[in-house]
T-cell receptor, first 116, second 111 residues
Framework: GAVVSQHPSWVICKSGTSVKIECRSLDFQATTMFWYRQFPKQSLMLMATSNEGSKATYEQGVEKDKFLINHASLTLSTLTVTSAHPEDSSFYIC????????????FGNGTRLTVT | SQQGEEDPQALSIQEGENATMNCSYKTSINNLQWYRQNSGRGLVHLIL?????REKHSGRLRVTLDTSKKSSSLLITASRAADTASYFCATTQTSGSRLTFGEGTQLTVNP
């Protein structure tokens, strides 16, 4: 089946630093990937839609300059949390669809970010 | 606001019992999906039901959809301890392709 790999699985960083999270589709091409954020015991909130070769589409309230998304190839999208603060600590999950955008979504295993 | 609302928020049952989770949504949808999330992990797709379908089965899973009530239910029969996880419904609206998740139900199956 379709596999999405997310790296790292967890990261601890200091306030003010930047962290890059990678999302790779291992056995399929994904023209579109999605980045979600999840706080403990809460649902997934869509942050942005990452489109290969073009700018990401951000959801309302998500700062595009703080959460930089790059989708440079059909198998890789990256999310960079810039100038991280403790309130950015969360679980970040990427997902992708196989080919023509039909469901279901295939999810990475998530990245636990802790900002100290 | 969240498209999907689920109840109960938490459910604790004994192994072998059935577990039923409900999901309600607000707008017209193309399809509704159920996902499972083990603690600290990504989501795994369980089943999809289209807006013109009323019931669907997959192994021990049974999903119903009532578009007139804008609600869906997920039934897990003969539950196992390994079914312990959070379960989310997610809808794709007719007006777009984005997937919107419900609040989730935390299911605990006690051995």
């Amino acid at each position: 089946g379709a596999v999405v790999s997310q790296h790292p699985s967890w990261v601890i960083c200091k306030s003010g630093t930047s962290v890059k999270i990678e999302c790779r589709s291992l056995d399929f091409q994904a023209t579109t990937m999605f980045w979600y954020r999840q706080f403990p015991k809460q649902s997934l909130m869509l942050m942005a839609t990452s489109n290969e070769g073009s700018k990401a589409t951000y959801e309302q309230g998500v700062e595009k300059d703080k959460f930089l998304i790059n989708h440079a190839s059909l198998t890789l999208s990256t999310l960079t949390v810039t100038s991280a603060h403790p309130e950015d600590s969360s679980f970040y999950i990427c997902s992708a669809r196989v080919g023509g955008g039909r469901p279901p979504l295939h999810f990475g295993n998530g990245t636990r970010l802790t900002v100290t | 606001s969240q498209q999907g609302e689920e109840d109960p928020q938490a459910l604790s049952i004994q192994e072998g019992e059935n577990a039923t989770m409900n999901c309600s949504y607000k707008t017209s949808i193309n399809n509704l999906q159920w996902y499972r999330q083990n603690s600290g992990r990504g989501l795994v797709h369980l089943i999809l039901i289209r807006s013109n379908e009323r019931e669907k089965h997959s192994g021990r899973l049974r999903v119903t959809l009532d578009t007139s009530k804008k609600s869906s239910s997920l039934l897990i029969t003969a539950s196992r301890a390994a079914d312990t996880a959070s379960y989310f419904c997610a809808t794709t609206q007719t007006s777009g392709s984005r997937l919107t998740f419900g609040e989730g139900t935390q299911l605990t199956v006690n051995p």
